[in-house]
C-alpha cells in the first residue's frame, strides 16, 4: 500500500468520528486515549454499515468530522516551506484550501479500501505537560508487516491537532515539499495552486464515478 494512501486510511480509521464537538467535551483527555477510543467508534461505524449494506457518503464523513482536528495551516505551510513566506495572505489561503481538499480527497479514497486493519497504538511518551506530543500507532494487515504511523500532534486553544503524519517514518507532509518547490520553480505560486486545483477536480471526479 502507497505510503499517502496508507496514511489516509490510518487517518480515516483513527479520526473520522473524532470531531471538534468532542475535543471541547473532553479537552484535557490525553491524545493517544483520545485516539484509541475514536478507532473503536470509527470501526464499528464502518462495519455496521458494511453488515447493513448501507453506504457511506466517505467524502461528507471526511469533511465534516476529520478537518476539525486539522492543523491545516501548519502542515500547508511546513509543505510549501521557504516559499510560505513569499506568498500573499490571498496565495496562502488558496494553497491551505487546496492542500486540505488533497489531503480529504486522498483520505477519502483510502477509507472506501477499508478492510478491517487493525490499528494498535502505543503508551504516549514524553514530560507531563507537554503542548507538542507524538502519537504512535501500527496497522496491522493481513500477510504483510506491520506498518508504523505516528502522528505529531500539538495542543493549541482549539484543542490537540494533528500537523503531520509520519507513515513507516516518512512524513507526510514533507513527502510534498520537493514535488511543490519544483511546480513553484517552474511556475510560481500561483501554478502551484492551479496545479492542485486541477488534481482535486480529477480526484472529486473519481469519487463521484
Not at 467524502?59 to 510560505?84: C, G, H, Y
Not at 472506501?112 to 494487515?141: C, F, H, W
Not at 490537540?160 to 519544483?182: I, M, P, Q
Request: glycine share 6%; net charge positive; hydrophobic share 45%.
Amino acid at each position: 500500500m502507497p505510503r499517502i494512501l496508507a496514511a489516509g486510511l490510518a487517518l480515516c480509521v483513527g479520526l473520522t468520528v473524532w470531531g471538534a464537538e468532542v475535543q471541547h467535551a473532553a479537552p484535557s483527555q490525553r491524545p493517544d486515549a483520545l485516539m484509541k477510543a475514536v478507532t473503536s467508534e470509527v470501526t464499528a461505524i464502518l462495519k455496521h454499515d458494511r453488515a447493513a449494506g448501507a453506504r457511506t457518503d466517505i467524502e461528507q464523513l471526511v469533511a465534516k468530522k476529520i478537518l476539525p482536528l486539522f492543523d491545516f495551516r501548519r502542515m500547508t505551510s511546513m509543505a510549501v516551506a521557504r516559499n510560505w513566506s513569499g506568498a500573499s495572505p490571498a496565495q496562502q489561503n488558496a494553497l491551505v484550501e487546496e492542500f486540505r481538499t488533497l489531503l480529504v480527497r486522498t483520505y477519502s479514497g483510502s477509507l472506501a479500501n477499508y478492510r478491517d486493519q487493525e490499528i494498535e497504538y502505543k503508551p504516549l511518551r514524553g514530560p507531563a505537560g507537554a503542548t507538542e506530543v507524538l502519537v504512535m500507532s501500527s496497522m496491522r494487515q493481513p500477510g504483510a508487516q506491520a506498518l508504523s504511523i505516528d502522528y505529531e500532534m500539538a495542543d493549541t486553544a482549539a484543542g490537540w491537532k494533528v500537523y503531520d503524519v509520519k507513515v513507516a517514518g516518512v512524513s507526510l507532509v514533507l513527502n510534498y515539499r520537493e514535488t511543490f518547490a519544483a511546480e513553484i520553480r517552474n511556475n510560481g505560486i500561483d501554478g502551484l495552486i492551479k496545479t492542485l486545483a486541477a488534481k482535486n477536480r480529477a480526484a472529486g471526479d473519481r469519487l463521484k464515478s
